[in-house]
């Protein structure tokens, strides 16, 4: 029997890239998009009655939990099997409680934060790697639940997870290292991470986030049709997506950030002790503290004074 599947989205809020895309042709202003992500959610939910959800929002400089609300427990945004969930009065007669819920505390909390953000400076970058970090954090809640209080009762089985990640602005390489770091998380935790790029600025991170968790990478061409690429690229399940061709990157970029600039750097050289990355040749690895002989860095064209700063000013 397939297990039940658990979406997390996040949401790169922005507010300058989604302001220039609400004036883009073909317009996409985030609160179509949010309508959009929401029919998107809701039929993850509609496929099966165990499925949960968790959004997260990258926000400049800080990210946030927006769905399920804080304080209602990692059991929230999840329908109990075999029952409704509780405390769902209220609302539209008409709609099912759990899309009501969902887009109700969405819409509202996306705006709230929204509305919050007038102080920021424009050029601070989304915290996608907080976002992420959260998002990994929410799933290995899920994949790690307590024992039942009853030992007769068997556990639930902690669901398939995957993340999918809406991005409208470009790499910020200062969180290389982060960012790697939540790959190899995901990696270990069998969560595969699929990007959506709804603008056209380069994301070299990104695409090696997706190729190395076995996620698909879809850039958005024609942003009128969001909802059938939502629904045709990223509502397949982990387990289905073994029999499916899930669309990914033809050619993808490896380049890696240094770690004394944090800059993308074409050649580099790397620590033999912990793989460190640097931009010129250094006489002392930052990271790790390992001395480097002085006839090596001279073989590459480095001066031990040169090399020595360099290494202790990352
Ligand atoms: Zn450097
Ligand atoms: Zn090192």
């Known amino acids: 029997m397939s297990l039940p599947a658990h979406l ?48 997260f929002g990258a926000l400049p400089g800080r990210s946030v939990g927006l769905y399920p609300p804080p304080g209602r ?39 709230e934060e929204v509305a919050g ?24 809640r899920l994949s790690n639940p307590p024992p039942p209080l009853n030992p007769t009762n068997a556990a639930p089985a902690p669901p398939h997870a995957r993340i999918v990640l809406f991005s409208v602005s470009q790499d910020a390489s200062m969180a290389y290292i982060p960012f790697m770091n939540c790959i190899f998380s995901a990696q270990k935790l069998k969560v595969p991470i699929d990007v959506c790029k709804l603008d056209d600025s380069e994301v070299i991170f990104l695409h090696q986030a997706s190729h190395l968790t076995g996620g698909a990478f879809v850039h958005i061409d024609q942003r009128e049709a969001l ?47 912990c793989l460190s990355i640097f931009c010129t040749p250094v006489a002392q690895c930052s990271t790790c503290h390992t001395k480097f002989s002085p006839d090596t860095l001279l073989r590459f064209g480095g001066s031990a004074t040169n090399g020595h700063s360099n290494g202790t000013t990352a």
């Not at 507010?15 to 929401?38: E, N």
């Not at 709609?95 to 909390?109: I, K, N, P, W």
């Not at 102080?119 to 907080?130: I, K, M, Q, R, Y």
Request: aromatic share 6%; hydrophobic share 40%; charged share 20%.
């Open 8 to 55: 997390s989205l996040i949401l790169d809020l922005s507010p300058v890239p989604w302001t220039a895309l609400s004036h883009s042709t073909p317009p996409l202003s985030l609160r179509a998009f949010l309508a959009q992500a929401l029919v998107f959610l809701n039929a993850h939910l509609a496929l099966r009655n165990e499925n949960s959800v968790s959004v």
């Open 73 to 111: 427990g990692h059991g929230h945004g999840r329908r109990q099997a075999g029952g409704e969930e509780e405390g769902s009065g209220g609302g539209d007669e008409n709609t099912f409680h759990v899309f009501g819920q969902a887009d109700e505390g969405l819409m509202s909390r996306v705006e």
């Open 117 to 140: 953000l007038e102080e920021v400076e424009e050029d601070t970058p989304p915290a996608l790697v907080g976002a992420l970090t959260k998002s990994l954090c929410y799933i290995n």
């Open 227 to 273: 909802l059938q690429y939502l629904s045709m690229c990223f509502l397949s399940e982990t387990e289905t997506r073994k029999t499916l061709a899930v669309p990914t990157q033809d050619k993808v970029d490896f380049r890696a950030a240094c770690f004394c600039h944090k800059e993308i750097v074409d050649i580099g050289y790397v620590c033999s002790v």
